[in-house]
């Protein structure tokens, strides 16, 4: 079978039925082997009568959400390539000709551009339309070097078995934007087409929640991506920290008449703490994501990762922590030549700032080097035992093999 349309459906009994006769007569008036699943997630109006009574082929799906919804659709399906669309009747599924055509050419996944396409009066609420999407497409576009133009079109097309070698995880709205970003981290063949919305058939309010779900697209472009969450932030704190903080141990800087003394010396230090601390969690971060396989390998973290040991981290560790007790003898030197009396405080947090940041620098060095090191151990299984006979295969491999070997056998859904 060549094409399953995939559509997720919770209580859509005013428009799953159009929809499905649309697809249904697609497939027919363009002689495409195919077939029309619902994948319904527990409507209590009817809708599965209807979508059954319109051609398609009814599909429950136990676990809630958008995202679950869909992956049993997909799990179900029996076609080479899938096309995934809402069932309230926004999208045109008379039109899914372009899907097809780039599908069949070699595309991996074919997404939908309704703003390209064109969105009618009413279609999509002005928040969505000129904020949401455009703002949260910008965002994948700048993490992950995405050319997606329409990163939450609900029409999209796609390879099924490599969909399914990606291992999706999201359950809600989200999905949309991890199928967009495990493509484009897997070097998937990625286009879009121009694709119409227009104003859903449904009388009631959409399942969509603006501020619940574009938060939950935002957590996860945050979230996977720990070069931006943790790493660029990190490096930016402690640049600015180290710059400011060197010449204020020096001297007081007056800039137009505002003097930065050893306040904004402690304002710096912690700086370098924190800024070093958001590094070190983005390689512990890459690390386990990598390891437990819902974060793709990168050249750049596994080098450093792969370069890096316990045994150098303790010799950096170990010099900073030098370089902090130094620090704190002379500071007590500087005390005794006062006979431990009172202080002058410029004086002093000039030399036991500094001294504080290499001693706390070098134990998150060590302690974050160690926990490195204990990710990095894996299991390894003598030849000829079950472990050491499965094989390792990376989503970017299955999209490398995909032309080689069949899809896999579709998984029931479990009712």
Known sequence: MELSVVMPCLNEAETVETCVRKAVGFLEEHGIDGEVIVADNGSTDGSQALAEAAGARVVPVVLKGYGNALMGGIRAAKGTYVIM?????????????????????????????????????????????????????????????????????????????????????????????????????????????????????????????????????????????????????????????????????????????????????????????????????????????????????????????NSWSFEKGLIVGGVLAVAGLAGVGVSVVHWHGAQFGELNARETLRMVVPSATALMMSCQMILGTAFLSILGIRRSSHPGTEDGAHETLTVADAVRKQDREPAPEPVPVED
């Not at 939450?152 to 709205?173: E, K, N, W």
């Not at 990598?290 to 050249?299: I, S, Y």
């Open 85 to 305: 669309g809402d069932a309230d009747d926004s999208y045109d599924f008379t039109a899914l000709m372009p899907f097809v055509e780039k599908l069949r050419e070699g595309a991996d996944l074919v997404m939908g551009n309704r703003f390209e396409g064109g969105i009618e009066p009413g279609a999509m609420p002005p928040l969505h339309r000129y904020l949401g999407n455009p703002v949260l497409s910008f965002v994948g576009r700048l993490f992950f070097g995405s050319k997606i133009g329409d990163f939450h079109c609900g029409l999209r097309g796609f390879r099924r078995d490599t969909a399914l070698a990606l291992g999706l995880q999201s359950s809600g709205m989200e999905f949309a934007s991890e199928l967009v970003v495990k493509m484009t981290l897997a070097d998937a063949k990625i286009t879009e087409v121009p694709t119409t919305l227009k104003k859903d058939g449904r009388s009631r309010p959409p399942h969509l929640n603006t501020w619940r779900d574009g938060w939950r697209h935002l957590r996860f472009l945050l979230l996977y991506s720990p070069r931006w969450l943790f790493l660029i932030p990190g490096l930016v704190l402690m640049t600015v920290g180290l710059v400011s903080g060197v010449a204020l141990a020096v001297k007081p800087i007056e800039i137009r008449g505002v003097v930065f003394d050893v306040d904004t010396l402690v304002g710096a230090s912690a700086a370098v703490v924190i800024g070093f601390q958001g590094v070190v969690f983005s390689l512990l971060t890459k690390a386990y994501g990598v390891a437990e396989g819902f974060l793709p390998a990168d050249r750049r973290a596994n080098w450093l990762l």
